[in-house]
């Protein structure tokens, strides 16, 4: 069992905290299949404290997703902690997490994200600064290092526990490697070796082998799962059910996978209206499409939508053309041997 603080999660799987993605609609999907913690996606200090509209409605928390971690992302001290007291007062998230990881040239400019990788110190000081100033659990999501020559996940890992924090996600890329190439999980097995905080391991887990892999190869305390579960919340109650039980859940048909992104999209018309909305969807009905027969064709014309009933009429009249051509099962290569 993972255990933040005193937070208990029901079990090992957190959901990555994923910008542009990772808003309540997708969350709670993600809660729904099961993930023992969804993260939300990063918000900018500055905008908390500066009130900034859009940046104080992405800190909303829907009850039925807790727990969940809110992160924040910044470069000065008084603005993190004055955002840290925010979250930790005025919202009911469960856990500060504090972003160390995003590669993003526009977050590392301002001294943010990735950048403090270079900074044992540093790290240990912000972490500290916010540690003192909140009573809500502090963690950090970091990347293994900048770039092959500067890789201190250690020594960051350590500055984390030094300073109060209660647990380190991993991701086992640097920061040059951005999403490419493949993660590094000898250095988050350092990392879980050298701090007794927990540790939850990040990068390349695409399958509930990967996720069980990941654990008995670094003893990592949790596995978190982005870019796999996008399109995708089967691959949470799926690796919960790999993990608990060794056994396989079937893949869902292509209706169930629509029913559930049709859900998505009414809750995020119900988050931000039906224009909004709908124009962000296209995005994950590409995803919750991907690997079906057939699915490039209609791509193209699901980008050109804009209403809620267009959408689902054609996403239902794809899967309903699938059925009958006897295509609507899953191919192998979506299936985890």
Sequence with gaps: ?????????????VLAPMAGVCNPAFRLIAKEFGAGLVCAEMVSDKAIVHKNEQSLKMLYVDE???????????GSKDTLVEAAKIVDKQTNADIIDINMGCPVPKITKCDAGARWLLDPEKIYEMVSYVVDAVDKPVTVKMRMGWDEDHIYAVDNARAVERAGGKAVAVHGRTRVQMYEGTANWDIIKEVKDAVSIPVIGNGDVKTPEDAKRMIDMTGVDGVMIGRA?????????????YLETGQYKDEPSYKEKMDVCILHMDRLIALKGEDVAVREMRK??????????GAAKIRDMINALSKRDELAAALYAFVEEQET????KPQESLIAQ
């Design 1 to 13: 069992m993972l255990k933040i603080g005193d937070i208990t999660m029901k079990n090992k799987v």
């Design 325 to 328: 051509k006897g295509n609507d």
């Design 284 to 293: 994950h009905a590409a995803w919750y499409i991907k690997g079906m027969r």
């Design 64 to 74: 039925r997703e807790k727990p969940l971690s809110l992160q924040i992302f910044g």
């Design 229 to 241: 579960a996008l399109g995708n919340p089967w691959m949470l109650y799926r690796t919960i059910h």
